[in-house]
C-alpha cells in the first residue's frame, strides 16, 4: 500500500510569488490534515478534510493560504502571496481513524 | 486549546542504554497520545501510541507511559541503538477533534 505523497520535495521562491503544494494521501482514507514545521518547533496544525469538506481549519495562518480537495482525492495547499515567515515545512497526513500517517513533506524556502 | 512541551530538546547517549523523553499536556480531554520518529529527509513515522484507558504499552524495546492525573507521558528506549537517532515528538488529540498538537521535539543522538 503506498503511503501519503507529497510534491515538490523543496521549493524556494521569492517573496510575493505563489506556490501550490500538493498531497496524496493514502487511499480510502477520508481524512487529511495539513501540518507546518517552522524552524525548530512544534509541528503545527493548519487544517483538516474529512473527504472534500473543511472539518477544521482553524490553524491556517491568514488568507494567504487557500486549501481545496476537490472531489476528496489529493489536496492542494496554495499559498499567496509568499512571505518570509511561510518558510518551513509542510506536512500533510491521512488516517481512517485516530492513526495519523504523514508524507514526507515539502520544504518551503521563502527568500 | 491543547498545549503539549516536550523535554528535552537533544539527548545524547551511548548505544545500549536507555532513553527517556518527557512531555506533558494541558487539556485533560485529551485522549490518544502518539509518537513520532522522523529521520533525515523523512517524514515523521508514527512508533508506538497509547489511549486514556491504558497506563502503559510496550512494544520490543519501545515504551510509553502514560499518567493521566499528572497530565504527562513518556517515551522509553531500552537498549538504544545508531538507528534510534533521530527526531521524535509526543503528541496529544482531544477525543473526536481529529487535530493533533505536538511538542517540540527531541533530537536523539546514540553514539556508537
Known amino acids: 500500500e503506498a503511503g501519503v505523497t507529497q510534491f515538490p520535495s523543496h521549493s524556494v521562491i521569492e517573496k510575493g510569488q505563489t506556490v501550490t503544494l500538493r498531497c496524496d494521501p493514502i487511499s480510502g482514507h477520508d481524512n487529511l490534515y495539513w501540518y507546518r514545521r517552522v524552524m525548530g518547533k512544534e509541528i503545527k496544525f493548519l487544517l483538516h478534510f474529512v473527504k472534500e469538506s473543511k472539518q477544521d481549519e482553524s490553524g491556517m495562518p491568514n488568507n494567504r493560504f487557500l486549501a481545496e480537495r476537490t472531489g476528496g482525492t489529493y489536496s492542494t495547499l496554495k499559498v499567496q502571496p509568499a512571505e518570509l515567515e511561510d518558510s518551513g515545512v509542510y506536512f500533510c497526513a491521512s488516517s481512517k481513524l485516530d492513526t495519523q500517517y504523514f508524507g514526507p513533506g515539502t520544504r518551503l524556502t521563502v527568500l | 486549546g491543547e498545549n503539549v512541551e516536550q523535554h528535552p530538546s537533544t539527548l545524547s547517549v551511548q548505544e545500549g542504554d536507555s532513553a527517556v523523553i518527557k512531555c506533558t499536556y494541558s487539556?485533560?480531554?485529551?485522549?490518544?497520545f502518539p509518537w513520532y520518529k522522523q529521520e533525515l529527509g523523512k517524514g515523521p513515522q508514527l512508533i508506538i501510541d497509547?489511549?486514556?484507558?491504558?497506563g502503559e504499552k510496550k512494544d520490543q524495546r519501545i515504551a510509553v507511559t502514560l499518567n493521566k492525573t499528572a497530565k504527562h507521558f513518556s517515551l522509553h528506549i531500552t537498549e538504544t541503538q545508531p538507528e534510534d537517532s533521530a527526531v521524535y515528538f509526543c503528541a496529544a488529540e482531544a477525543y473526536n477533534f481529529n487535530k493533533f498538537y505536538f511538542g517540540s521535539g527531541t533530537k536523539l543522538n546514540v553514539k556508537p
Open positions: 497509547i489511549r486514556s484507558n491504558v
Open positions: 487539556d485533560s480531554a485529551s485522549n490518544y
